[in-house]
């Protein structure tokens, strides 16, 4: 099946609640992984399908305990845990203090999410030179950054998506196609078109997928906050559209990905 990498280039533009918001309206069964060294968000915004807290140590670390036994073909299923939201989520590191024990796993991961049952897609967190998360960042069939439409979120997501290119190959000829989500306001109905041309003029080779709704509201939804029904949420309807664009058949391969 397929992994779709979400990241950022810098700061915290929402990336896993773009990550959430995606999953929950996927048109398909999906895992939602959390592989953010920084510490992840899954494990706090997910309750059990029975109201409880998740199992902190179910999840990426005992995923790595698999791999780093010589379990070569480490079934993912066996890490992933239920959620009341209605999908199943990898639960991550809950501190950076806890990376050290995954040593040489992470480079194992990309196959082990290449030949789950479904669909993964995968919060690296923040995409930065050295980051424990780049060889699933790297081995993902598609690759999206989610930016706020800042000057300085446009300029750092510019520098990385160029470096990304010269070092990895992602986003260049043959490589790793990729997206970009913009997270903004409703009303903000020029960012995406003016990033795209941006793109374009600099030759970068990168679609810009679309905007995702930056509803505070809504995203209380997905981390259990709130009652209510994502989808009927001008951030569920935005992050809908953007599932179905992502989960169509040409989306690994095609170069002009979301257009």
């Known amino acids: 099946m397929t992994v779709i990498a979400c990241a950022s280039a810098k700061g915290s533009p929402g ?13 398909a069964p999906v895992v939602l992984a959390d592989v953010d060294p920084a510490g992840g ?3 706090w915004r997910n309750r059990t399908t ?18 780093r036994r010589g ?16 999908i199943d989520v990898l639960v991550g590191v809950s501190s950076p203090d806890q990376l050290a024990g995954l040593g040489a796993a992470w480079g194992q991961l990309p196959a082990v999410f ?27 069939d598609v690759v999206v950054m989610v930016v706020v439409p800042a000057v300085s979120g446009t ?14 190959g992602i986003g260049g000829p043959g490589g790793t ?21 941006l793109f374009d003029a600099e030759r970068l080779g990168v679609a810009v997928l679309g905007t995702v709704t930056d509803e505070p509201k809504a995203a209380r939804i997905l ?34 990905i979301g257009r």
């Open 15 to 27: 990336v896993s609640t773009t990550a959430a918001a995606l999953a929950l309206c996927w048109p």
């Open 41 to 43: 968000d899954v494990l």
């Open 50 to 67: 029975a109201g409880g807290p998740l199992d902190p140590d179910r999840g990426l670390l005992s995923l790595g305990a698999a791999v």
């Open 71 to 86: 379990a070569a073909q480490a079934d993912l299923t066996e890490h992933l845990q239920p959620t009341a939201l209605g």
């Open 114 to 140: 290449a030949q789950h049952r479904t669909d993964v897609i995968v919060d690296c967190g923040r995409i930065v030179p050295g980051s424990s998360a780049l060889p699933v960042f790297a081995g993902a």
């Open 155 to 168: 300029a750092h997501l510019r520098e990385r998506l160029r470096s990304m290119r010269s070092s990895m």
């Open 177 to 197: 196609p990729v997206g970009v989500i913009v997270r903004s306001p409703f009303k903000d109905t020029r960012s995406a078109t003016d990033l795209q041309q």
């Open 223 to 256: 981390s259990g906050e709130r009652v209510g029904q994502l989808r009927k949420t001008m951030l569920g309807r935005s992050a809908a559209e953007l599932a179905q664009r992502l989960a169509s058949p040409q989306r690994a391969t095609d170069r002009s």
